[in-house]
């Protein structure tokens, strides 16, 4: 243990970096990481499945570090609703990409990025993904229509959009 405590008093960002990611980092040397000056550190606290006192960092003024307790799948119900409801674009995306909360509201946000990392969430349900299958972005559907969860009528009414030499072929038979 004497080497980690030698290790989080290091000034070299990388090993800081490593350091607040890996999750057999102690307890104590991970709250001492989490008041780090810069933010990429304690937003990797925050992404640590270790790290136990999300909810402070989940008030941190800096959205990176939002966004990586976003991330975090130990991450509590509440503490993700409290974050999907964050006005910082990045903060919502690390909540719709986190397969553990699946957010319902996301398939309406008004950020493209958000819809497009909800629709690439493992855990998206097909009644959802069909709802993102009219989405005005080209990048969501298509992440609907290469989705595991999409139901096949949802598949087969994108299919002509992103198989376009399938749809050429049967043009010609």
Known sequence: MEVLEQISQEKDFLVLIDLASNSKTPADVLDRLSLHDCDEI???VGRNHSFKDLEKLADDLSPRVRAGVAQNLRANRDLMAKLANDNEETV???VALNPMHIMS????DPSKLVRLRFAQNKNTPGVILAHLSDDMSAL???????HINTPPETKKKLLNEFQPSRAKDSEHS
């Open 42 to 44: 304690r937003a990797a």
């Open 92 to 94: 919502r995306e690390g």
């Open 140 to 146: 969501v559907r298509k992440a609907v229509y290469l």
């Open 105 to 108: 509201q996301f398939q309406h």
